[in-house]
């Protein structure tokens, strides 16, 4: 049950684009298709952003997207804005009704 | 519309034991797979247990098995976290989180628990 791996930080201006990765092993990622993504503001409780890898629930902005590469996932946000300044984590399920976090990633839109 | 709902959190001694209670409503409750996760101060999430639609299976992260234990009661659309012998790193927010397809979807605000003498 070892957590996810994410960069602590990353950062870019209004407009550009960020990848946040998510390293994990053969027995989570590398192996389920069940990679989630959450965004939180301070205070706030998380709010997914992508799900199996890849889908955008109804409402999150299509500058949302997923993607996953052996065992490695990445979100990338596209159009950075100003409101997209939050923590990010990501999630995999792990089997067996267990599930495994990121340790989180600080998004700051410059 | 799709709500969860934390309860039951507070201060506790170390060693004490609290009950903390998520109540569902706009789904059907008793059809998914439910998970308790926490988050301790400036710290990130932390799975704590699952329990599946029937409450067939239930899961715990070894952090907490042995004095946590998941339950539910689909008939009152409610789910369940009684926590004992209690630790200062117990103290954290707790959400309760529906899962669609093994993923942690819906979450609900959370509620403090915090373990101080």
């Known amino acids: 049950q070892s957590a996810l791996t994410q960069p602590r930080s990353v950062s870019g201006s209004p407009g550009q684009s960020v990848t946040i990765s998510c390293t994990g092993t053969?027995?989570?990622?590398?192996?389920?298709?069940?990679v989630s993504w959450y965004q939180q503001h301070p205070g706030k409780a998380p709010k997914l952003v992508i799900y199996d890898v890849t889908k955008r629930p109804s409402g999150v902005p299509d500058r949302f997207s997923g993607s996953k590469s052996g065992n490695t996932a990445s979100l990338t946000i596209s159009g950075l804005q100003a409101e997209d300044e939050a923590d990010y984590y990501c999630?995999?399920?792990?089997?067996?009704?267990?599930?495994?976090f990121g340790g989180g990633t600080k998004l700051t839109v410059l | 519309e799709v709500q969860v709902v934390e309860s039951g959190g507070g201060l506790v001694k170390p060693g004490g034991s609290l009950r903390l209670s998520c109540a569902a409503s706009?789904?059907?409750?008793?059809?998914?797979?439910m998970n308790w996760v926490r988050q301790a101060p400036g710290r990130g999430l932390e799975w704590v247990a699952s329990i599946s639609s029937t409450a067939t299976y239930t899961y715990y992260a070894d952090s907490v098995k042995g004095r946590f234990t998941i339950s539910r009661d689909n008939a009152k659309n409610s789910l369940y976290l009684q926590m004992n012998s209690l630790r200062a790193e117990d103290t954290a927010v707790y959400y309760c989180?529906?899962?669609?397809?093994?993923?942690?979807?819906?979450w609900g605000q959370g509620t403090l628990v915090t373990v101080s003498s």
């Open positions: 706009g789904f059907t409750f008793s059809s998914f797979t």
């Open positions: 989180a529906r899962v669609d397809n093994w993923n942690p979807h819906y």
């Open positions: 999630c995999s399920y792990a089997g067996s009704y267990s599930w495994v």
């Open positions: 053969s027995s989570d990622i590398g192996y389920y298709n069940y």
